[in-house]
């Protein structure tokens, strides 16, 4: 119940593209999906984060999509550029747990094709 | 840059040694995590600690121990090595317990050999 499920494991698109990632929840209690971006040998770094109460949060490129009944979210990027070629990570985590840690997806390795 | 500073960024051990990862959270920040990431594998969590107190835990080996100090830098202690302890450890860091915003450091790439 714990577990963020992500697809695709990988994906290439061609530039200019759009490249979508989702992923799937089972704990009601989540209530903080972020986005995470990962480039090789860097830390994981925040990219967008939505909450449970709005279904699209859009933020230039980047939109996140939510379906709460359907316990699944997902992340367009739009245009896709050679610069977005990275590692995602979509993740969840409950605000009011006592366990607030964030649970993170299997992540896509994305490559945006020039 | 996030503002959380990890040392050392790359370590080589032998097995059966110990070794020690700090970080520095962002300035304010009073929570810290630390997540565990092998090679090709997903951010796995460990432990979080908030104001200096466990606050959640993870799949974190026994042989595994932190803590987080009155100056809010926390330490990651790995014993006992063994060759599967190899990878990327991640420490973040947020404002409040609660994880909304977690900043990430640039990791400690662990080599045991």
């Known amino acids: 119940q714990q577990q963020v499920k992500q697809s695709p494991q990988s994906l290439i698109v061609q530039k200019g593209g759009i490249s979508i990632i989702n992923c799937a929840y089972e704990?009601?209690?989540?209530?903080?999906f972020p986005w995470y971006q990962q480039f090789p040998g860097k830390g994981p770094a925040l990219l967008i984060a939505?909450?449970?109460?709005?279904s699209e949060k859009k933020e230039g490129r980047f939109t996140i999509s939510f379906n709460k009944s359907a316990k699944q979210f997902s992340l367009h990027i739009m245009d896709s550029q050679p610069g977005d070629s990275a590692t995602y990570f979509c993740?969840?985590?409950?605000?009011?747990?006592?366990?607030?840690?964030?649970?993170f997806g299997s992540g896509t390795r994305l490559s945006i094709r020039p | 840059d996030s503002g959380v500073t990890q040392t050392p960024k790359h370590l080589i051990t032998a097995t059966g040694q110990r070794v020690t990862l700090r970080c520095s959270p962002r300035s304010g920040d009073l929570s810290v995590y630390w997540y565990q990431q092998s090679l090709d594998q997903g951010l796995q969590f460990l432990i979080q600690?908030?104001?200096?107190?466990?606050?959640a835990k993870g799949n974190i080996l026994e042989r595994f121990s932190a803590q987080q100090f009155p100056d809010l830098h926390s330490e990651l202690n790995l014993s006992s090595l063994e060759l599967g302890d190899s990878a990327l450890y991640f420490c973040a860091s947020s404002a409040t317990g609660w994880s909304t915003e977690a900043f990430f450091g640039q990791g400690t790439r662990l080599t045991v050999v």
């Open positions: 939505i909450r449970p109460d709005v």
């Open positions: 600690y908030y104001n200096g107190e466990e606050r």
């Open positions: 993740a969840a985590s409950s605000q009011y747990s006592s366990a607030s840690k964030i649970i």
């Open positions: 704990n009601t209690a989540f209530d903080y």
